[in-house]
DNA sequence: TGCCGCACTGTGAACGTTCACAGAGAATTC
DNA sequence: GAATTCTCTGTGAACGTTCACAGTGCGGCA
């Protein structure tokens, strides 16, 4: 084909080409089923001929359809970014999308001109969904997309809201239990953990998971917060340690807070797993580069990224509601308990 | 709750509501000069009274513009996913086009599909421009571009291509100098080095600037390759303690095949610093959470993605040619060397 | 035979912008 | 005082689609 760097073909042009009209042409294009066969197989071959590709602008002015999602991410946006969990998120989703001819726009919504900035995109109907990483219950932008009825679906629930936002997820809490029953089961006898933020599904939801083996009162003094960073890890072990000296295990939610846990641990003596055993969440990339190697709960990232896409897919296309999906966590031990 | 289906305002209704016309309200909008301050007081009171925000697919079908960027991972996914500095070049990119209104698109250029949909969507002309991440000197997506004239920037060189593709980079070269110089100010004898993969520039860049300061007869033994992923640097270095028993340092391309290297050294009862020293490259955030923790060379990332996005920028408003960018690296000192 | 439905086609009118143009006053120049 | 510029404004015509509508033959059926 000559790289002439002309006018972009129109349907004009492919109409001309093969002989049939606008309409014709564009009926052929979005399968139509009233096309002749003949009139089919002229425009296809007009199509490759010019090199025609549909213009999407004048589409969706016409349609109100856009063919574009928002990959919204609502957390200040470092913190995020450098969750490993992100990334398989946006392959996921990126991929899944891509099968649909769906373009994947990433936002970030981490302070106030951010979302306004999110919601005059969304208000001016430059996507058909939302696509929401890591909403808090308190995020403004909840809010205000609510009164834009723009289909919108979370990764992970939105605490306060699930009932409202549709959302695909792991089982947090029963993967908690899993590991909580886990360490039980080796023998350990003074069980603490280092829990996410509280005001997140993964941070609440594994505590529950956790204080359900172990009895909400026997664990109280057992507890430490962090944030999900390998700093906050650090520090949650250190109160722990000087709270708590004679601790056997630890439950911490994310394995990045168990990396700066086993670090902690390493510099006051303990021996891992022999003196206190270390159990983590998420077998991300980094469980297997820990010294000891992490033994952790596996979340099924891969299909909670494609199960929330699926569901946003079908609420663009139409679906009045959709269920929640809850997906199973297992277990993988490795070194650290 | 009624289902108000309620039109989204346009141009129409901001001119009715401010007792101009179109053509007025525009003008006030793209910040044309001629704009009585009293119609663009009369235009602004209106916008906010009535919520409208511009359709941009009405505008980009007269302006031929879009407003919108695509991020292309030419990368098979899973390992680019995988690379933590991919994180923050999306991180930084995401921010300074939002800064300009610029939405951006990812697209995955992994397969010949991949290829064709990110080509189809370029040439239908959806986008201003391309961001080109990883992309190897072979990508047949690269003769594509060419083809549609539409302005690309690489993040990081496209080798074989460094005239053609302009690019934002850090100096991988002068930065690999730095890290042999100080194992050899160390005093080390045997110093080995595990590369990336040569058809990178980071892969290429980094050996010639090892060989720099080595010479490169005198590190022939000494070479050995990997892929930046963790487990090709477990095997780099296996080859290489079998190869060369004695050796007493090694430069190893990136943070994550440190790690890998690592966990080998400590396999094979090697002490980090004493017997081996071990420099990475990148300095990512595995760099601090490694035992020891790792000396490193701290690669500009944030910056080269700013730059990445300024020449793009450049680009699309217009801009003939633009300079490529290369910034200086920084040896980071902690525990491994 | 006449009528109706079926399969397919072409045409005009949107969709919501921007742009080029023309025109109206006011200000400036000669 | 007329001519000229300068500022500001409104209007019609694109941009490239899709959609609704109005055909046109053609075959089947009463």
Redesign the interface.
């Known amino acids: 084909m000559p790289?002439t760097?002309k006018r972009?073909p129109t349907i004009h042009d492919v109409a001309r080409a093969s002989g049939v009209s606008r309409g014709t042409v564009s009926r052929a294009l979005n399968g139509d089923p009233y096309v002749s066969t003949a009139a089919l197989a002229a425009v296809r071959r007009a199509v490759a001929e010019t090199?025609y590709?549909?213009?999407?602008?004048?589409r969706?002015?016409v349609t109100q359809r856009?063919g574009?999602v928002v990959m919204v991410l609502s957390e200040p946006?470092?913190k995020l970014?450098?969750d490993p969990n992100?990334?398989?998120l946006?392959?996921v989703a990126?991929?899944r999308l891509?099968q649909r001819?769906v373009?994947?726009?990433?936002?970030?919504a981490g302070d106030d001109g951010?979302r306004e900035?999110v919601v005059?995109?969304l208000?001016?109907?430059?996507a058909d969904g939302v696509l929401l990483l890591s909403a808090h219950s308190g995020d403004p932008l909840l809010g205000e997309l609510e009164g834009l009825s723009i289909p919108a679906v979370a990764c992970g629930a939105v605490l306060g809201r699930e009932g409202v936002i549709p959302y695909a997820a792991a089982d947090d809490r029963e993967g908690a239990r899993q590991m909580a029953q886990y360490l039980v089961d080796q023998g350990r006898k003074k069980i603490a953990t280092i829990t996410g933020p509280l005001d997140t599904p993964g941070g609440l939801n594994r505590l529950e998971g956790f204080c359900d083996v172990l009895g909400r009162k026997a664990v109280k003094k057992l507890i430490a917060h962090g944030d999900y960073s390998?700093h906050s890890g650090e520090a949650a072990m250190r109160e722990l340690l000087d709270r708590v000296p004679d601790l056997d295990a630890v439950f911490v939610g994310s394995d990045l807070m168990a990396?700066?846990a086993l670090?902690v641990l390493?510099e006051r003596g303990r021996r891992v797993p022999e003196d206190v055993a270390v159990g983590g969440f998420d077998d991300s990339?980094?469980a297997?580069?820990?010294?000891p190697k992490l033994t952790t709960v596996r979340q099924p990232l891969e299909q909670v990224a494609t199960e929330t896409v699926r569901l946003l897919l079908e609420l663009i296309d139409g679906a009045d509601t959709v269920e929640n999906v809850v997906l199973a966590t297992e277990l993988v031990p490795r070194d650290s308990a």
């Open positions: 790289v760097n972009r090199g590709v549909v213009n999407r602008a004048a969706s002015l856009t574009t946006q470092e970014f450098e992100f990334s398989v946006l392959r990126t991929r891509a001819d373009a994947l726009v990433m936002m970030v951010d900035r005059r995109y208000r001016g109907g430059h390998r990396a700066g670090a390493r990339a980094i297997g580069s820990t010294h």
